[in-house]
């Protein structure tokens, strides 16, 4: 029986340090990983950067008129923006120009302004004043 014991122990100890050495590497694995590992970088943050003069406002109308076409443009934007293809400025005109070009009709509010008086007013406002002058 003793050397069944001993033998028996002898495989327990060999066991346990097959065990202890694949904790230790496992967590030498994950120690490595935070290292390697960058954090992905988000599309949409990336293109925010890179607009200029009413892009975000053109880019928000996009996103809510047509939000799966517009994730696959700003997806296609980062990637030329990463490789170096695109390294200017994108303003609203010139992504207005590339959602239409692409078939994407997005619709912008518009307001017209007029001076009256020394005020700028809403082209709507100086309509309704002239129209209820006309009336009295």
């Not at 030329?80 to 200017?88: A, F, N």
């Amino acid at each position: 029986m003793s050397e069944d014991d001993s033998e028996l122990e002898r495989l327990k100890a060999k066991r346990l340090a097959e065990m202890q050495k694949n904790i230790s590497s496992q967590q030498e694995i994950d120690q490595k990983k935070p290292e390697e590992d960058k954090p992905v970088e988000n599309p949409r943050e990336l293109l925010v950067a890179k607009l200029g003069f009413r892009g975000l406002e053109v880019l928000e109308n996009a996103e809510s008129q047509f939000p799966n076409e517009t994730k696959l443009i700003v997806t296609k934007l980062f990637e030329l923006i990463k490789s170096g293809e695109i390294d200017e400025e994108i303003d609203g005109g010139k992504l207005l120009t590339l959602f239409r070009s692409v078939g994407l009709n997005i619709r912008m509010a518009t307001k017209i302004n007029v001076e009256q008086d020394g005020k700028f007013v809403s082209l709507t406002d100086k309509l309704s004043n002239q129209s209820s002058s006309d009336e009295q």
